[in-house]
């Protein structure tokens, strides 16, 4: 296996020149220098394939001591120079000064196929920012993580991706519910790779700090690297903020549309490209409830599903609050903060009608969609179900029967005896607005099928899958683990084959630990 590394982030931006390994401050530099944990074992129990060829990485390479080494952190890659990233950022609303990479390990930049890929350990030891933290990570988190990486991308949201995911053959001490009662786990390391991961924390640390120096280094490396078409604009920071909150406002609509829930938006965990980054208490919202967070740490929902457009845009005007050192005023950053909320109206209205399978224009769209979600809500409706099988409704069913295509709707309630007679006709007005609103579209059923099918995933990484994947791996069963992940790289098929993962939660899941709320504990 013949990797190449190189790293533009080291090679440009300033260095810790500190390069103990101890937990500190770290003051005028982007990074700190490290060594991954190399007192392991490791053990592949996953590796995708995909992701390697991205890397140059065969498939036969992967069942190679080297592989084994260089992406657990065991053996140091010839050429690289591993590091941790320094950053603060806003947590819960409130500034937490530095934070940093305290559990990841960046092991340098492959380019491949006129790519750049950042690739980075995480769980593979302690870095200077690792706080009160000793840089490993548990097995269930990094079963979470691999997984949701890869699921995402091929439900086409932006993310990073997961090339590995390794058996540390150490355990480790965790409070899972912090209650006083650690326990060791099982050990693992994930390998995960992005165009970059840099985030919004890593520039305000430095405004924050004053360091105007260097936030301009950083800056302008994030532009030359990222976003070299914005170089010549009259103001490039300005350029480069609408940039990034384009590519946020993305990566939110695609949350919103398959209802994911990404559990702790802090500004430390939003990515300068729009990805989705560092999955911790993610969840998939399962009966549609607006105010669901899966974060038990989330006391107050701050970043519940119906919150998440909301929070983006917070994000966006402390990064703004950053970059306004360079940008010298305030009013084009907040043009465009502002311009965040009318744009995300439009494309959440966009997002909605391609669900329902909606292309002409009608003035009653936006009643038609809040009813929609009303009753949904109503009903303890399941998301994911509701929509893949509207689908199935024929125009038709407005002029035959009506009442045959409800049960449609039905099979997504999860309490179908607690629905009353009041909530059941609401569906049918709403049922017969929506085929008098298909009336006006050329497109046949089949059409519209088809169309709606390629934006509402069959197949989605559901709390309770997770959890049956991370019991088997404590027995050391990983045969669950690659089905869902062979399931999950074509969420959008019907797969016959694989039709019991297409069912709703369960009601031994409901308030099962890690099946409907997760700690922040990994």
Request: hydrophobic residues 35%; proline residues 3%; glycine residues 6%.
């Amino acid at each position: 296996m013949n990797i190449q590394l190189k790293d533009a982030f080291v090679r440009q931006l300033p260095a810790d020149p500190n390069t103990e390994n101890t937990i500190r401050q770290v003051y005028e530099s982007c990074f700190s220098y490290v060594t991954p944990n190399n007192e392991i074992k490791p053990t592949l129990i996953h590796g995708s394939k995909e992701v390697g060829s991205l890397l140059g990485i065969n498939n036969e390479d992967f069942d190679t001591k080297d592989f084994l080494n260089y992406f657990s952190g065991k053996k140091v890659i010839e050429g690289s120079t591993p590091y941790a990233m320094c950053y603060g950022g806003h947590q819960f609303g409130h500034w937490s000064g530095q934070l940093g990479d305290g559990r990841a390990i960046n092991i340098g930049e492959v380019e491949y196929d006129h790519k750049k890929w950042a690739v980075q350990l995480k769980g593979a030891g302690k870095t200077p920012y690792s706080r009160q933290g000793d840089g490993l990570a548990v097995m269930r988190s990094s079963i979470r993580e691999h997984l949701c990486s890869e699921a995402m991308y091929h439900l086409g949201v932006p993310s990073t991706r997961s090339l590995s995911l390794m058996k540390s053959g150490n355990e480790v001490l965790r409070d899972m519910f912090y209650d006083g009662n650690a326990a060791y786990e099982k050990g693992a390391i994930v390998c995960r790779i992005a165009e970059s991961f840099v985030r919004f924390g890593n520039i305000e640390i430095f405004a924050r700090r004053g360091d105007k120096k260097n936030l301009k280094r950083l800056v302008d490396y994030i532009i030359d690297e990222f976003y070299p078409e914005v170089k010549m604009d009259v103001n490039p920071y300005i350029s480069f903020f609408k940039k990034v909150m384009d590519h946020t406002l993305e990566m939110v609509i695609h949350w919103q549309r398959i209802g994911f829930v990404h559990g702790v938006m802090n500004t430390d965990n939003m990515s300068v490209l729009g990805l989705t980054m560092d999955y911790g208490p993610y969840g998939w919202m399962e009966s549609y409830t607006p105010d669901w967070t899966p974060n038990t740490s989330d006391v107050n929902h701050r970043y519940s599903f119906q919150n998440q457009p909301a929070i983006a845009q917070w994000n966006l005007y402390q990064l703004a609050n950053a970059l306004f050192v360079l940008v010298g005023e305030g009013k084009p950053l907040e043009d465009i903060i502002s311009q965040y909320h009318a744009d995300y109206q439009v494309k959440y209205l966009e997002m909605m009608k391609t669900k329902l399978g909606l292309e002409k224009y009608s003035e009653k769209d936006e009643k038609l969609i809040s009813d929609l979600l009303e009753v949904m809500e109503l009903t303890n409706t399941d998301m994911t179900i509701f929509f893949r099988n509207l689908s199935k409704v024929s125009k038709k069913s407005l002029i035959h029967n009506i009442y045959s295509e409800i049960e449609l709707i039905k099979s997504a309630f999860y309490e179908l005896h607690k629905v009353d007679k009041q909530a059941l006709n609401q569906w049918y007005d709403w049922l017969s607005e929506y085929l008098k609103r298909l009336e006006i579209e050329d497109l046949t059923d089949d059409e519209r099928k088809m169309k709606m099918n390629a934006v509402n995933p069959k197949y989605i990484l559901r709390n309770y899958i997770s959890q049956m994947i991370i019991d088997k791996a404590e027995i050391e069963d990983y045969s669950l683990l690659e089905e869902i992940y062979t399931l999950l790289q074509n969420p959008y098929d019907e797969q016959e084959e694989h039709e019991k993962w297409f069912a709703k939660r369960p009601d031994w899941a409901e308030n099962k630990a890690g099946c409907s709320r997760l700690s922040c504990s990994s």
